[in-house]
């Protein structure tokens, strides 16, 4: 008989009320490939449907599952080995696994922190766990499967890496049907996600996801990538559509020719992308806008030259300036991403950083997070080799919490500069003006976002002196405006 896979994604941690989020495309890809080569399979996503860990008990409880595969990020860590042993407490006899970029490079303490975890996934999860299912569908031992910590006689086993996939177009289109449809409403709107590539040619300090999917940039065919939105469009009446590549224009080329794809089967459709400021040219923007590209989310980091050449970016203040310049001339609404209290900042470099997000004149504040230092980034081995970690509680690490501190910004001055930036930025008379000159719906929306973000500050101010992770202006991630 062949194997029951259930596919978890755990809930937040207490305390933490994030944006609501897209449906896990990493679960769906998994299903997807599962589904592909007929195995029984199902999903559980915490997040989306709001499950405690009752529920997901209960729920666990009707079914038999054969392996239970849990996601995580850093943040969800700590619920995922909970998950996991509720799992081994409900069916002794299933395997656990769980995956995800922080357990890529945390293998080896998770496994000494859960008992009832017998596996870990490292980095690209869709064959290795399609192996292991296969394996254990055989009856025969999975100790040795490439891609995967595991326990093998008391000890824990670190196999080889797994080979990244090369041909991304062989992969299905991840599933989506197990997911309730109103969990596709974000902000109001029904936001179908899609990635499109893989890794990154950029080596920033801080980024996890380079390091678990690879410095080798590896793409899917534009052809592929409009056959998902074309489906998407048809069987769901899909009309807004979030890319959620690191940076989408890596390869100009490409995106050129999915935008020239998408005019081509005459598809009526918004979406919004993330992307560097060095990686587009105003040629390319003109045509996004022509395909539907309403929002570009662009990883500025700093206004400070110092800030941006100690995390290694690549970029400069100018070539921030010239992008969103050429954005805004050809009708796309350009977004700041920022990280504040990389090591090396200073109070006035973090100064300096907010004094530059104003003077791009976006229409709303972006993402502004505080510097997380995740394991298996430099960052991390930086700061903690210089005894600047505070705090290692993996439930903290929400964008939102200072995590570090150095000898040139406390995390009072941090998050006392934090704690200004909305009603800074929001209550500008220059933006005011601005706002209300637009007039229409356009003013409105913007006049009520930024009252919203005054209220949300003042709350945070007075409860707990610090702003919440589910605060607005730095999570609104791809919004489609």
Request: glycine content about 6%.
């Given at each position: 008989?062949?194997?029951?896979?259930?596919?978890?994604?755990?809930?937040?941690?207490?305390?933490?009320?994030?944006?609501?989020?897209?449906p896990?495309?990493?679960?769906?890809?998994?299903?997807?490939?599962?589904?592909k080569?007929?195995?029984?399979?199902d999903v559980?996503?915490c997040?989306?449907?709001?499950?405690?860990?009752?529920?997901f008990?209960?729920?666990i409880?009707?079914?038999?599952?054969d392996?239970?595969?849990?996601?995580?990020t850093?943040?969800?860590?700590?619920?995922?080995?909970r998950?996991?042993?509720?799992?081994?407490?409900m069916?002794?006899?299933c395997?656990?696994?769980?995956?995800?970029?922080?357990?890529?490079?945390?293998?080896?303490?998770?496994?000494q922190?859960?008992q009832?975890l017998?596996?870990?996934?490292?980095?690209?999860?869709?064959?290795t766990?399609?192996e292991?299912?296969q394996?254990?569908h055989?009856?025969?031992?999975?100790?040795d499967v490439l891609?995967?910590?595991?326990?093998?006689?008391?000890?824990?086993?670190?196999?080889?890496?797994?080979?990244?996939?090369?041909n991304l177009?062989?992969?299905p289109?991840?599933?989506?049907?197990f997911?309730?449809?109103?969990?596709?409403?974000k902000?109001?709107?029904?936001?179908?996600?899609?990635?499109?590539?893989?890794?990154?040619?950029q080596?920033?300090?801080?980024?996890?996801?380079?390091?678990?999917?690879?410095?080798?940039?590896?793409?899917?065919?534009?052809?592929n990538?409009v056959?998902?939105?074309?489906?998407l469009y048809?069987?769901?009446?899909?009309?807004?559509?979030?890319?959620?590549?690191?940076?989408?224009?890596?390869?100009?080329?490409?995106a050129?020719?999915?935008?020239?794809?998408?005019?081509?089967?005459?598809?009526?459709?918004?979406w919004?992308?993330?992307?560097?400021?060095?990686?587009?040219?105003?040629?390319?923007l003109?045509?996004?806008k022509?395909?539907g590209?309403v929002?570009?989310?662009?990883g500025?980091?700093?206004?400070?030259?110092k800030?941006?050449?100690a995390?290694?970016?690549?970029?400069?203040?100018?070539q921030?300036?010239?992008?969103?310049?050429?954005?805004?001339?050809?009708?796309?609404?350009?977004?700041?991403?920022v990280?504040?209290?990389?090591?090396?900042e200073t109070?006035?470099?973090?100064?300096e950083?907010?004094?530059?997000?104003?003077?791009?004149?976006?229409?709303?504040?972006?993402?502004?997070t505080?510097?997380t230092?995740?394991?298996?980034?430099?960052?991390?081995?930086?700061?903690?080799?210089?005894?600047w970690?505070?705090?290692?509680?993996?439930?903290?690490?929400d964008n939102?919490?200072?995590?570090?501190?150095t000898?040139?910004?406390?995390?009072?001055?941090?998050?006392?500069i934090?704690?200004?930036?909305p009603?800074?930025f929001?209550?500008?008379?220059?933006y005011i003006?601005?706002?209300?000159?637009?007039?229409?719906?356009?003013?409105?929306?913007?006049?009520?976002t930024?009252?919203?973000?005054?209220?949300?500050a003042?709350?945070?101010?007075?409860?707990?002196?610090?702003?919440p992770?589910?605060?607005?202006?730095?999570?609104a991630h791809?919004?489609?405006?």
């Amino acid at each position: 008989m062949k194997p029951l896979v259930i596919l978890v994604n755990p809930p937040y941690p207490a305390g933490s009320f994030l944006h609501p989020p897209f449906p896990s495309l990493g679960l769906g890809y998994l299903a997807a490939v599962l589904e592909k080569n007929n195995y029984s399979v199902d999903v559980i996503d915490c997040q989306t449907i709001k499950f405690t860990y009752e529920d997901f008990r209960n729920e666990i409880g009707k079914r038999k599952p054969d392996v239970v595969g849990i996601t995580s990020t850093i943040l969800t860590y700590k619920p995922a080995l909970r998950i996991a042993k509720i799992a081994k407490e409900m069916h002794p006899k299933c395997i656990t696994v769980v995956g995800g970029p922080h357990v890529s490079f945390w293998d080896r303490e998770a496994l000494q922190e859960c008992q009832q975890l017998d596996v870990v996934v490292r980095k690209e999860g869709e064959y290795t766990l399609l192996e292991l299912v296969q394996r254990l569908h055989l009856g025969k031992d999975y100790y040795d499967v490439l891609g995967t910590t595991c326990r093998k006689n008391k000890e824990i086993a670190r196999n080889p890496d797994r080979p990244f996939i090369e041909n991304l177009d062989e992969l299905p289109f991840p599933d989506r049907h197990f997911w309730p449809i109103e969990c596709l409403q974000k902000y109001g709107t029904m936001v179908f996600s899609l990635v499109t590539s893989r890794g990154c040619v950029q080596w920033c300090n801080f980024c996890i996801e380079v390091r678990a999917h690879g410095r080798k940039y590896r793409v899917r065919s534009p052809g592929n990538v409009v056959d998902e939105l074309e489906f998407l469009y048809k069987t769901y009446d899909a009309k807004y559509f979030a890319f959620l590549d690191d940076a989408f224009t890596i390869d100009q080329r490409r995106a050129m020719e999915i935008c020239e794809e998408i005019k081509k089967r005459k598809l009526e459709l918004k979406w919004a992308c993330e992307t560097r400021v060095d990686m587009v040219t105003k040629g390319l923007l003109t045509k996004m806008k022509e395909a539907g590209c309403v929002d570009i989310w662009f990883g500025i980091e700093s206004g400070s030259k110092k800030v941006l050449e100690a995390i290694k970016k690549g970029i400069t203040p100018e070539q921030t300036m010239r992008a969103f310049k050429w954005a805004k001339e050809v009708g796309i609404k350009p977004n700041p991403n920022v990280i504040l209290g990389v090591p090396g900042e200073t109070r006035e470099t973090a100064l300096e950083t907010i004094r530059f997000v104003e003077k791009l004149i976006p229409d709303y504040l972006g993402c502004y997070t505080l510097a997380t230092p995740y394991p298996g980034t430099p960052m991390y081995d930086d700061v903690r080799e210089k005894g600047w970690l505070k705090v290692t509680d993996f439930d903290k690490y929400d964008n939102a919490t200072p995590i570090f501190e150095t000898p040139m910004l406390s995390t009072k001055e941090l998050m006392e500069i934090y704690d200004q930036i909305p009603q800074r930025f929001y209550f500008r008379p220059i933006y005011i003006l601005r706002m209300f000159s637009k007039g229409g719906l356009s003013g409105l929306r913007a006049t009520r976002t930024a009252f919203g973000y005054f209220i949300i500050a003042i709350r945070s101010k007075l409860s707990r002196n610090k702003l919440p992770p589910d605060r607005s202006y730095s999570n609104a991630h791809l919004r489609i405006n």
